[in-house]
Structures are given as structure tokens and as C-alpha cells.
């Protein structure tokens, strides 16, 4: 069965400080991988996607994470972060042969960022 | 582009109670999702529809539960009669049929189940 699991469950840091969120997946085929984000107050939104090809994904805001099939990894990058940056972030997989079935999310990480 | 949309945003209902959850999906998406988020803990995935059709329902906790999707377009989620344990918030998400990879799903706002 798939699942994904993050390291951290709260994270702070100060604003400028480099940020790497771990996110290990479990499932033996062929997989997709994303990371999600829920800023206050708003809705889930896809924070970048890996379906295949180049592992280094870049996403909106800065972020990027690296697909290491090897570590079973996908791990959230970011240099910089900044005040806004403050929100949960969600890990998450689905299988690859299909174009549409069931996300399987991580606990997420709440990530504080203070000013 | 409208996008996906769920009421009510919060539900505060006693235990044995009856709650109907709606979400209406981005217009022309064909595949429908319920997932569930309990406190603390990871969004998990309730069912799939793809137009009026459930794909998968293999997320769905118990009989207590029931999803429509008549007409392939809103859906809705019915807890009869709810317990405790289904508090939490219910997300629920579209996207379109796109042959190829897993397509990108488009969130709601959550509707938060408070149940007494």
C-alpha cells in the first residue's frame, strides 16, 4: 500500500533562512509526487508536481524539490523563505498508471517563519 | 474560472444528528473527490467519482456514509447518523479527464464537521 510520510511536524524559522522539508513515499511502481500547501485561511494548492523526467522540480514561490527515486525521497527546497511563506505543507503521492485516482497525503508540516 | 466550491463552510451538529455536505466541482471536471482531514492527522481520501460513477469508494469509513453525484456534476456527502468521530474537515476536489499522468486536483475550501 502507498503511503507517505514527513519528518517534521512543525517547523520555525526566521525570515531568510534556507528550508528543506523531508517527504519519503512508499509504493513500488511507477509514482507521481506533489507537494501541496494551505496558506491561513485558503484553500489545498499545488505547490509543484513531479510526473517524470528532470527530478529537480522548480514550483511557484521559489520552491523546488528533488525526486530521488533511490531514497524514495521528495524533498521541499526553498533558499530563502519570507514571512509569507508561513502556511501547513502537504507531502502527497498517487500512482502513475493512472491519470486520475486517489492522492495519498502526508501529515503535513506547519511551517512558522518569523518576521 | 470559478473553483471549487463546498457548503457549508462549518457544521455544528449533535451526535445522531444528519448532516448533507455539497460540493460543486469546476465546471467540465469530470473526476470528483472526497478526502477527510481528522485533527492532527493526514488528509485522507473518502471516494472517486467520475461523472455519476463511483470509481472508488475504498476510502469510505463506514455505512453511515453516502456520496451522490447525480448528473455527473455537484456531489454531495450525507453522514446519517453522525458520531463523534467524524469531526473533522471534508475537502473535496476535481479535476479533469486527462489521459497520460495523474492529473493536477483542484481543492474546495473544506466544509469543518463539528460533531457534540
Known amino acids: 500500500a502507498q503511503s507517505v510520510s514527513q519528518h517534521n511536524h512543525h517547523v520555525i524559522l526566521s525570515e531568510a533562512a534556507s528550508l528543506e522539508l523531508g517527504c519519503n513515499y512508499s509504493?513500488?511502481?511507477?509514482?507521481?509526487l506533489f507537494w501541496y500547501v494551505q496558506y491561513p485561511g485558503q484553500h489545498l494548492q499545488l505547490l509543484l508536481k513531479y510526473f517524470s523526467g528532470d527530478p529537480l522540480v522548480k514550483g511557484i514561490k521559489g520552491f523546488e524539490a528533488e525526486f530521488i527515486k533511490s531514497k524514495f525521497s521528495f524533498n521541499l527546497r526553498k533558499p530563502s523563505v519570507q514571512w509569507s511563506d508561513t502556511a501547513e505543507y502537504f507531502c502527497a503521492s498517487a500512482p502513475g498508471y493512472s491519470s486520475a485516482s486517489k492522492i495519498i497525503f502526508g501529515s503535513g508540516t506547519r511551517l512558522s517563519i518569523r518576521p | 474560472e470559478a473553483g471549487v466550491t463546498q457548503f457549508p463552510s462549518h457544521s455544528v451538529i449533535e451526535k445522531g444528528q444528519t448532516v448533507t455536505l455539497r460540493c460543486d466541482p469546476i465546471?467540465?471536471?469530470?473526476?470528483l473527490y472526497w478526502y477527510r482531514r481528522v485533527m492532527g492527522k493526514e488528509i485522507k481520501f473518502l471516494l472517486h467519482?467520475?461523472?455519476?460513477?463511483?470509481?472508488?469508494e475504498s476510502g469510505m469509513p463506514n455505512n453511515r456514509f453516502l456520496a451522490e453525484r447525480t448528473g455527473g456534476t455537484y456531489s454531495t456527502l450525507k453522514v446519517q447518523p453522525a458520531e463523534l468521530e467524524d469531526s473533522g474537515v471534508y475537502f473535496c476536489?476535481?479535476?479533469?479527464?486527462?489521459?497520460?499522468?495523474?492529473?493536477?486536483?483542484?481543492f474546495g475550501p473544506g466544509t469543518r464537521l463539528t460533531v457534540l
Open positions: 476536489a476535481s479535476s479533469p479527464e486527462v489521459s497520460g499522468h495523474t492529473d493536477t486536483q483542484y
Open positions: 467519482f467520475v461523472k455519476e460513477s463511483k470509481q472508488d
Open positions: 465546471s467540465g471536471h469530470d473526476n
Open positions: 509504493y513500488g511502481g511507477t509514482v507521481n
